[in-house]
């Protein structure tokens, strides 16, 4: 059966091809009668006909289409933020296309021969800023997510109050008497954690010693890295801030090898709030990150940059979850 085309529609209707283009992108108001509008659409409907939305992006120079850069979607963390990104993109008619890095660190094969003719803009974690440079897209309206807000290029920032959630992890932990404490720091080299392990270092810098030991962002990187830093009971601290809950896992994981209590002989924290938070035993005190809400904020500045206008909202505040697996630091 051939597809009806606006010809068809027109024909039905008695009206121009012009006339049913008005009525169908909803731009007759004005310039056509509320009864001949009825007539294209009741037209249209008898004949089964839908617009080719491609033909119609392609005249408006507006594909609908943002892409969100992530490191890899292995991580529940940016799961969440694309599911909150393409809520509100599908309330406003968007799609959302997901670029991830194959291996969560380094960039993917641009899949776009063209980013400006296939993407209205651009959503993308400072921790896959690298994958930027193989798209291509400079011209197009970029939205960071979870960076540098004083860099310059992009159209918008979209933040979390990261400094607060390692503030509150630190009162914690020295409201429980700790004063020797280790960051188990994430080896990536990106703003987000850079500024976690200034917040912690200038909070405990007259207050607590503090000492940091990096690792990759995988458990058994953590366990190794952390296996290494306990072994000695001279140098243990009696806390453990961890960069995210990736890497508290191995760092709890090293504690039971080594035979150390968790509380009792060792405080973990975590950052994030996965699932993996309350898998583990005990429980892991965590920073909850409201990760769906950072996507839909991204998604909001993304619109609000394409309307003209510009982008300013705070930083999305974060909330420490307290479970069992910090404690009163242990008597010398």
Same mark, same amino acid.
């Given at each position: 059966?051939?597809?009806?085309?606006?010809?068809?529609?027109?024909?039905?209707?008695?009206?121009?091809?012009?006339?049913?283009?008005?009525? @169908?992108?909803?731009?007759?108001?004005?310039?056509?009668?509320?009864? &001949?509008?009825?007539?294209?659409?009741? $037209?249209?409907?008898?004949? #089964?006909?839908?617009?080719?939305?491609?033909?119609?992006?392609?005249?408006?120079?507006?594909?609908?289409?943002?892409?969100?850069?992530?490191?890899? @979607?292995?991580? /529940?963390?940016?799961?969440?933020?694309?599911?909150?990104?393409?809520?509100?993109?599908?309330?406003? #008619?968007?799609?959302?296309?997901?670029?991830?890095?194959?291996?969560?660190?380094?960039?993917?094969?641009?899949?776009?021969?063209?980013?400006?003719?296939?993407?209205?803009?651009?959503?993308?974690?400072?921790?896959?800023?690298? $994958?930027?440079?193989?798209?291509?897209?400079?011209?197009?309206?970029?939205?960071?997510?979870?960076?540098?807000?004083?860099?310059? #290029?992009?159209?918008?920032?979209?933040? @979390?109050?990261?400094?607060?959630?390692?503030?509150?992890?630190?009162?914690?932990?020295?409201?429980?008497?700790?004063?020797?404490?280790?960051?188990?720091?994430?080896?990536?080299?990106?703003?987000?954690?850079?500024?976690?392990?200034?917040?912690?270092?200038?909070?405990?810098?007259?207050?607590?010693? @503090?000492?940091?030991?990096?690792?990759?962002?995988?458990?058994?990187?953590?366990?190794?890295?952390? /296996?290494?830093?306990?072994?000695?009971?001279?140098?243990?601290?009696?806390?453990?801030?961890?960069?995210?809950?990736?890497?508290?896992?191995?760092?709890?994981?090293?504690?039971?090898?080594?035979?150390?209590?968790?509380?009792?002989?060792?405080?973990?924290?975590?950052?994030?709030?996965?699932?993996?938070?309350?898998?583990? /035993?005990?429980?892991?005190?965590?920073?909850?990150?409201?990760?769906?809400?950072?996507?839909?904020? #991204?998604?909001?500045?993304?619109?609000?940059?394409?309307?003209?206008?510009?982008?300013?909202?705070?930083?999305?505040?974060? /909330?420490?979850?307290?479970?069992?697996?910090?404690?009163?630091?242990? &008597?010398?």
């Amino acid at each position: 059966m051939t597809r009806p085309t606006s010809r068809d529609v027109a024909g039905a209707a008695g009206v121009s091809q012009a006339t049913v283009s008005l009525v @169908l992108g909803d731009k007759w108001r004005g310039r056509v009668s509320e009864r &001949t509008a009825a007539l294209v659409r009741e $037209a249209a409907a008898d004949l #089964g006909y839908r617009p080719n939305l491609a033909a119609r992006n392609l005249r408006l120079g507006s594909t609908r289409t943002a892409l969100l850069v992530v490191p890899a @979607l292995t991580n /529940e963390f940016f799961a969440r933020v694309y599911t909150g990104a393409a809520r509100v993109a599908a309330e406003h #008619g968007f799609g959302v296309v997901l670029y991830p890095s194959p291996d969560g660190t380094g960039p993917a094969r641009d899949p776009f021969a063209s980013a400006r003719a296939a993407l209205d803009g651009v959503i993308a974690s400072s921790m896959a800023a690298a $994958a930027l440079d193989a798209i291509g897209g400079d011209d197009l309206p970029l939205v960071m997510l979870d960076s540098d807000p004083a860099a310059p #290029g992009p159209a918008a920032h979209v933040n @979390l109050d990261m400094p607060d959630g390692v503030r509150q992890t630190a009162h914690h932990l020295l409201d429980f008497g700790h004063r020797d404490f280790l960051h188990l720091a994430s080896a990536v080299d990106t703003w987000t954690f850079h500024i976690r392990a200034r917040a912690l270092a200038e909070l405990l810098d007259t207050t607590a010693r @503090l000492r940091t030991v990096r690792s990759a962002l995988t458990v058994d990187a953590a366990r190794t890295a952390m /296996e290494s830093a306990l072994a000695d009971p001279a140098t243990r601290p009696t806390a453990v801030v961890c960069d995210d809950d990736i890497l508290a896992a191995g760092a709890c994981k090293a504690a039971r090898r080594l035979g150390l209590r968790i509380p009792e002989d060792l405080s973990v924290t975590g950052i994030d709030d996965l699932a993996l938070a309350t898998a583990v /035993e005990p429980e892991l005190t965590t920073v909850r990150l409201p990760a769906e809400h950072v996507g839909e904020q #991204g998604m909001r500045a993304l619109l609000t940059v394409l309307d003209g206008s510009p982008w300013t909202a705070p930083d999305l505040p974060v /909330e420490l979850v307290v479970r069992g697996s910090t404690g009163p630091a242990p &008597t010398p």
